[in-house]
């Protein structure tokens, strides 16, 4: 009798396993806006709606956050290169050294500064091997995807490694397809008909967006080129059985300014100053593409086993409408240049219409897309996973500090900067002076308590320059000495 009984329990634990090995992993869709600002959207991210929030249309991620998690306090590096290659990599950019963007070998966009000489930055990007010069060598989220069994698929902005180095072409880092991806971290032009060249404006060619010779002439916007082409790529992907993952890293909303015809005269009357009107006709074609794709997934019947992962490299540039209430723009170390919108749907998991008001940061997709795909045996990373915030949006993380960290001084001059509870330290590298801000209490970085909280300027400088010293992060060098800039607990801060 016990002999049956147990034989009998090892069959139900036999279907349970066979059960629970039939069950199909996930699909996932990483969709990567470039440029977007925190508050470019009809959905609004702050704790109530901001005149921004009224002038943009983007129902389709409302209707995401409707079925998913919205976290309003997500962040990413404040420019783009060290964004792609944190996310790719699960390691913060001090640590991999692409700290500012790449495109031609051997060369830094970066300025001349007074006082200031950038480090010797790798500059060419991430690279799937070792031996190339100025590069971080890693092995990347797609790389154990790939291994994993998923169908890796890129469509649209790269800007993973230099012209001329492995790190260029996204099929060398881990993706089965790769969709007009390459070197460039912008498009030639947005316009088929311009060929998606720079040509046109007498631009280099460099930046002239590959592979989609087939549009070429025709009257029609990159955004919705890539779409059809991501479309097709999901198309291929069900008809192999197999899992996909969906890098969708669109060009847009990054320059040039160039108006998508199909949404522009409907904000003729919005009062959106400069090139406000053609990012609103930008983001409404983005937030389209994000539209097309989700109804794919629903032709298919797959709409259930996809997760969908929406968020932005950077803070909104400088020559678009600022994203009030938050100050600075892209490559600032203020929120403006680094808080971007994020939301999360995963069938199953996320609550429907659910807010986060825990922490992420960009490293942290490489540990929670590895684990969204069920890969346990994963490298060690600086990157959170934020499963559980996702299982629970209670969950904040909000003991952890955060990092940044931008030597270089392309448009913006060189800093570190931490955040830590509600406190924000930024340590600017030439002055060697610090900013503290209360985030809870002045969101807008407008008044500095270094002099006041002296306390908590000197611990939080502390911890950033332990974590520097501990990634063995590169400084500056102050031209005046040939030393490097010290850590910001080497600074007696009096201003």
């Given at each position: 009798?016990?002999?049956?009984?147990?034989a009998t329990l090892l069959g139900v634990?036999?279907?349970?396993?066979?059960?629970?090995?039939?069950?199909?992993?996930?699909?996932?869709?990483?969709?990567?806006?470039?440029?977007?600002?925190?508050?470019?959207?009809?959905?609004?991210?702050?704790?109530?709606?901001?005149?921004?929030?009224?002038?943009?249309?983007?129902?389709?991620?409302?209707?995401?956050?409707?079925?998913?998690?919205?976290?309003?306090?997500?962040?990413?590096?404040?420019?783009?290169?060290?964004?792609?290659?944190?996310?790719?990599?699960?390691?913060?950019?001090?640590?991999?050294?692409?700290?500012?963007?790449?495109?031609?070998?051997?060369?830094?966009?970066?300025?001349?500064?007074?006082?200031?000489?950038?480090?010797?930055?790798?500059?060419?990007?991430?690279?799937?091997?070792?031996?190339?010069?100025?590069?971080?060598?890693?092995?990347?989220?797609?790389?154990?995807?790939?291994?994993?069994?998923?169908?890796?698929?890129?469509?649209?902005?790269?800007?993973?490694?230099?012209?001329?180095?492995?790190?260029?072409?996204?099929?060398?880092?881990?993706?089965?397809?790769?969709?007009?991806?390459?070197?460039?971290?912008?498009p030639g032009s947005y316009w088929g008909?311009?060929?998606?060249?720079?040509?046109?404006?007498?631009?280099?060619?460099?930046?002239?967006?590959?592979?989609?010779?087939?549009?070429?002439?025709?009257?029609?916007?990159?955004?919705?080129?890539?779409?059809?082409?991501?479309?097709?790529?999901?198309?291929?992907?069900?008809?192999?059985?197999?899992?996909?993952?969906?890098?969708?890293?669109?060009?847009?909303?990054?320059?040039?300014?160039?108006?998508?015809?199909?949404?522009?005269?409907?904000?003729?009357?919005?009062?959106?100053?400069?090139?406000?009107?053609?990012?609103?006709?930008?983001?409404?074609?983005?937030?389209?593409?994000?539209?097309?794709?989700?109804?794919?997934?629903?032709?298919?019947?797959?709409?259930?086993?996809?997760?969908?992962?929406?968020?932005?490299?950077?803070?909104?540039?400088?020559?678009?409408?600022?994203?009030?209430?938050?100050?600075?723009?892209?490559?600032?170390?203020?929120?403006?240049?680094?808080?971007?919108?994020?939301?999360?749907?995963?069938?199953?998991?996320?609550?429907?219409?659910?807010?986060?008001?825990?922490?992420?940061?960009?490293?942290?997709?490489?540990?929670?897309?590895?684990?969204?795909?069920?890969?346990?045996?994963?490298?060690?990373?600086?990157?959170?996973?934020?499963?559980?915030?996702?299982?629970?949006?209670?969950?904040?993380?909000?003991?952890?500090?955060?990092?940044?960290?931008?030597?270089?001084?392309?448009?913006?001059?060189?800093?570190?900067?931490?955040?830590?509870?509600?406190?924000?330290?930024?340590?600017?590298?030439?002055?060697?002076?610090?900013?503290?801000?209360?985030?809870?209490?002045?969101?807008?970085?407008?008044?500095?308590?270094?002099?006041?909280?002296?306390?908590?300027?000197?611990?939080?400088?502390?911890t950033l320059s332990k974590y520097l010293?501990?990634?063995?992060?590169?400084?500056?060098?102050?031209?005046?000495?040939?030393?490097?800039?010290?850590?910001?607990?080497?600074?007696?801060?009096?201003?």
């Open positions: 009798m016990k002999l049956h009984c147990i634990f036999s279907l349970v396993s066979l059960a629970q090995a039939a069950e199909p992993r996930p699909n996932i869709v990483f969709f990567l806006v470039d440029d977007m600002g925190w508050q470019d959207t009809s959905l609004p991210f702050h704790t109530e709606a901001t005149a921004l929030n009224g002038k943009y249309r983007t129902p389709n991620m409302e209707k995401l956050a409707q079925e998913g998690t919205k976290f309003t306090q997500a962040y990413a590096c404040a420019i783009c290169s060290p964004t792609r290659v944190s996310w790719m990599t699960g390691q913060n950019a001090a640590r991999h050294r692409v700290t500012c963007w790449t495109l031609r070998k051997d060369v830094s966009p970066s300025r001349n500064h007074p006082k200031l000489k950038e480090p010797d930055w790798n500059l060419n990007g991430l690279s799937p091997v070792a031996g190339i010069e100025k590069t971080v060598q890693a092995t990347t989220a797609p790389m154990l995807l790939q291994k994993a069994g998923y169908h890796t698929i890129h469509v649209g902005k790269a800007h993973f490694g230099a012209v001329g180095t492995p790190g260029e072409d996204p099929q060398n880092v881990g993706f089965d397809v790769n969709i007009a991806g390459h070197a460039a971290g912008g008909k311009k060929n998606f060249s720079a040509k046109w404006r007498n631009g280099s060619p460099i930046w002239d967006v590959p592979g989609l010779d087939k549009y070429h002439g025709q009257d029609i916007f990159l955004t919705e080129a890539l779409t059809l082409e991501a479309n097709q790529a999901i198309d291929h992907a069900v008809a192999t059985d197999k899992p996909f993952f969906l890098y969708m890293s669109h060009y847009a909303v990054h320059a040039p300014w160039e108006k998508d015809d199909r949404f522009y005269e409907r904000y003729n009357d919005a009062g959106l100053p400069g090139n406000g009107q053609t990012l609103a006709s930008m983001l409404e074609g983005m937030d389209k593409s994000l539209g097309d794709i989700q109804a794919n997934l629903k032709r298919h019947g797959i709409e259930d086993n996809t997760i969908i992962v929406f968020m932005s490299d950077n803070g909104a540039p400088k020559n678009v409408p600022r994203n009030v209430p938050l100050r600075g723009h892209k490559i600032t170390p203020y929120e403006g240049g680094t808080r971007v919108p994020m939301i999360v749907k995963w069938p199953g998991t996320t609550q429907p219409g659910t807010t986060s008001d825990g922490y992420v940061i960009i490293e942290d997709m490489f540990p929670t897309l590895l684990e969204m795909a069920g890969i346990a045996d994963q490298p060690s990373s600086d990157g959170v996973s934020i499963v559980p915030q996702l299982q629970d949006p209670q969950v904040t993380h909000r003991d952890r500090p955060l990092f940044w960290h931008y030597p270089n001084n392309y448009d913006q001059p060189a800093y570190s900067s931490i955040r830590l509870g509600d406190w924000k330290l930024i340590y600017h590298h030439a002055s060697q002076t610090s900013e503290l801000f209360n985030l809870q209490e002045d969101l807008s970085e407008k008044t500095n308590l270094a002099q006041t909280h002296a306390d908590k300027a000197k611990e939080l400088a502390a010293r501990s990634v063995e992060a590169q400084m500056p060098i102050l031209k005046s000495t040939g030393q490097a800039v010290p850590w910001p607990d080497q600074v007696n801060d009096d201003a």
